[in-house]
């Protein structure tokens, strides 16, 4: 499975971005798919998942009703829509895959990973 990040940047507060996630590999090692974020001196969190098959959501409290995760099947993408960001929204943001059929925003099941993309919020 290869993962590849796109759409980072710098914003100011209020401001929206919109982060990509281009993915190879088997379905069968993609059937949860993630966005993780880790600040300086931070761990690494989630912060919303999506269940492939099913096209079921979740998100963490923290980024609720500002976020939004979706997938395009045909063209293998995942996408973070993110609006009204924070100053605390700042960090690298992740992609990832894993192979569990259940929605998780633990980090620990989550087979694979992208290098990431920096998002900055002033």
């Known amino acids: 499975v290869q993962l590849v990040e796109s759409g980072g940047g710098s914003v100011q507060a209020g401001g929206s971005l919109r982060l990509s996630c281009a993915s190879s590999?088997?379905?069968?090692?993609?059937?949860?798919m993630g966005w993780f974020r880790q600040a300086p001196g931070k761990e690494r969190e989630g912060v919303a998942q999506i269940t492939t098959s099913s096209g079921s959501t979740s998100y963490a409290d923290s980024v609720k009703g500002r976020f939004t995760i979706s997938q395009d099947s045909a063209k293998n993408s995942l996408d973070l829509e993110m609006t009204c960001l924070k100053p605390e929204d700042t960090a690298m943001y992740y992609c990832a895959a894993a192979r569990i059929g259940f929605p998780s925003l633990a980090r620990y099941l989550y087979n694979y990973w992208g290098p990431g993309t920096q998002v900055t919020v002033s």
């Open positions: 590999g088997p379905t069968f090692s993609r059937r949860c």
